[in-house]
Each structure stands twice: as C-alpha cells, then as structure tokens.
C-alpha cells in the first residue's frame, strides 16, 4: 500500500480493492481492520477479503468480532461460515450457515452452503 488511506476514504479503499488480493495483501488489510473498527460494512468487505488472499483464519476472526455485538447478523454468520468451511471446519461452518438462515430464510447462498455443508458432513 503506496499511501495509506485516511479514516475519510478508507471503506472506498476497501470496497474497491480487487476481488483476488495480491500476494502479501493480507499485512495492509490486517491494519486496516483497525482503522474500521466502527464500520460495519468495511469490517465485513475486509473479512471477505481475508477470505479470498487465502487466510481464513483472519477472515473467522473479523467475522467473530463483528457477531461479538451484534449476534443477528446474518452476514457475518455467513462470512463466518465460509471462514470456517474454507479451514476445513464444516461442523463450524454448517451451524454459522444455519444461523444465518435463520435470520435470512430466503437467502438462497446461504441454503446452498448449509446444504453443501450437509452432504460434507456426511461423509466423514
């Protein structure tokens, strides 16, 4: 990161920033999740972030933060979930998605996750 993003700019900063993150990305986005400690919506395009430059762990730790304070978000259920299943925790993973179903019955992403989560289970 060149020049870092004032308080001002950073969720424009954070929801332009490419959709697969470079290698070594995932230092600037773990700075920046300081900065957006307030902002919901950034907080949560962070933690997809964290997400796509291969780092689920941080990824469930921004989604857990975000579920601290507000346990009816259904996106950060889902986030978290994707976290969980992208580390190979699908028990983890299929109860966030089902928590998130729950607060959004008709989110078809989600049911395909939850089911997805379902027919992994399965086989273990």
Not at 61 to 71: G, W
């Amino acid at each position: 990161m060149s020049t870092p993003p004032t308080p001002k700019n950073l969720r424009r900063f954070v929801r332009d920033f490419p959709a697969v993150p470079a290698p070594g990305s995932c230092e600037e986005f773990a700075l920046l999740q300081y900065e957006a400690s307030t902002d919901l919506q950034t907080r949560t395009r962070i933690g997809e972030l964290f997400l796509s430059a291969g780092s689920p762990v941080r990824a469930a730790d921004v989604f857990q933060d975000i579920l601290r304070p507000d346990s009816e978000n259904a996106d950060a259920y889902a986030g978290f979930g994707e976290a969980e299943f992208a580390g190979g925790n699908y028990q983890p993973a299929w109860t966030s998605f089902l928590d998130a179903s729950r607060l959004k019955p008709d989110d078809a992403d989600v049911r395909k996750r939850l089911e997805l989560c379902e027919q992994v289970l399965s086989l273990e």
